[in-house]
């Protein structure tokens, strides 16, 4: 099992988005898993790779939480070195196309 900092589920079921704990500095870690259906079981969909989301979990992004009517991914993170949390948004997020899919 992958050690997740934090998820959140869409509100039809369909999808989780995860943050990675203990990611490389500067690597994607964000994944999402997906299913077509409540009564499926989650698959592995792909990695967001997207220079907004390579916030580590170590300099504090956690929280995301997506919000599909307004295709807005909003989560915690530091900007700086101050220790500071901001709460940060990124616009126009779709998880189906931003991700870098499993096997490619």
Known sequence: MIPA?????S???????MLLMNAEEGKPNLLVYSR???QDR???LGVVDSEELKVNVSKGGAFARFIPETNELFYA?????S???KLMLIKNFSP?????????
Not at 5 to 9: G, L, Q, R
Not at 11 to 17: F, K, R
Not at 77 to 81: A, M, Q, S
């Open 11 to 17: 509100l039809d079921g369909l999808e989780i988005i």
């Open 83 to 85: 220790g500071d949390r």
């Open 42 to 44: 989650f698959q592995f």
């Open 5 to 9: 900092a934090d998820f959140t589920v």
């Open 96 to 104: 189906e196309t931003m991700i870098e899919r499993a096997g490619e």
């Open 36 to 38: 077509g259906t409540p």
């Open 77 to 81: 993170g530091t900007v700086d070195d």
